[in-house]
């Protein structure tokens, strides 16, 4: 089979987005992929972070994965600190990047831009990024569209160290997921559904209680007029609340449309409401039995041992290549 990796950072809570542009597809690749999937906590501190809420984020992140669907016994579910060789790969790849690389990176620009100082984690991630990705021979790599330069980044380093030591590294390929639809801001579908977002109301979390998640649709922003359409440049609102709607129920872009023709917004964010909480509220349910059995640390304690197996012998391969004594 071939091999998967992907992680989300345990920075905040996990959104809508979150499921429906990553975690859904996950639980999809399971049965038919070598899953590796991470809590991405070295990603975490590139920039600060509160202690307490880093355990916390990083135990809720994990747990929302298992409540969502993935199988434990199916794939591998770990924290990234509890596997070495990420961070030792990490370093490596660090010596065969180059600066300009690095500096051109849109995330790092973003991330940095108007601060007076800036940690050097921040500049060098994507270096970690590749070694997540190599340290396993992936072949796919689950990406958005904000992640895409650093898996190009990634190929070009695979590359690298091939030509320069000989053939080992995997170049990995973006895998697009089947449920590929990027959930916007509630109160602007310009920007992407962000936890980091200060507006509270801008986004979902998937442990938002059911009353919660029907106030903030019901105080979703609209495009002017009436009409149900998906239109992303005319009507971004109501296509991002289309989008969510489809991705929850299943039903088509098509079959939304002729739903709630002529029938305005009311009925239909009552409707997209009430399909977000039919899929949340039983993951919150499975979510809260995960935490409270303990089940929990010996998942993540297992999963860290399979893929610290998988890891080590790459990474024994790399230093060998490279001239280490191993």
Known sequence: MKKVLSGIQPSGQL???????????????QHTHECYFMVVDLHAITVPQEPEALKENSAAVAALYLAAGIDPAKANV??????????ELGW???TLSYMGELERMTQ??????GKSSIGTGL??????????ILVYNTDLVPVGDDQKQHLELTRDLAQRFNQ???????????????YGARIMSLDDASNKMSKSNPNAGSYIAMLDEPDVIRKKISRATTDSGREVRFDRPEKPEISNLMSILSACSGLTMQEIESKYEGQGYGA????????????LEPIQQRYRDIRRSGEL?????HGAEKAQQASSRVLRQVKEKMGFLV
Not at 297 to 301: D, G, M, P, Q
């Open 108 to 113: 790092f620009k973003d991330k940095s831009a």
């Open 15 to 29: 959104t809508l987005g979150n499921y429906i542009g990553a975690i859904k597809s996950y639980v999809e690749l």
């Open 78 to 87: 770990y924290l990234q600190s509890h596997v070495p060789a990420h961070a």
């Open 123 to 132: 500049f060098v991630y994507p270096a970690l990024m590749a070694a997540d």
């Open 268 to 279: 239909f964010k009552k409707d997209v409401a009430e399909s977000v909480v039919s899929v």
């Open 297 to 301: 640390e010996e998942v993540l304690r």
């Open 164 to 178: 320069r030591f000989g053939e080992l590294f995997t170049v990995p390929e973006p895998y697009i997921p089947q």
């Open 92 to 94: 490596l790849m660090t």
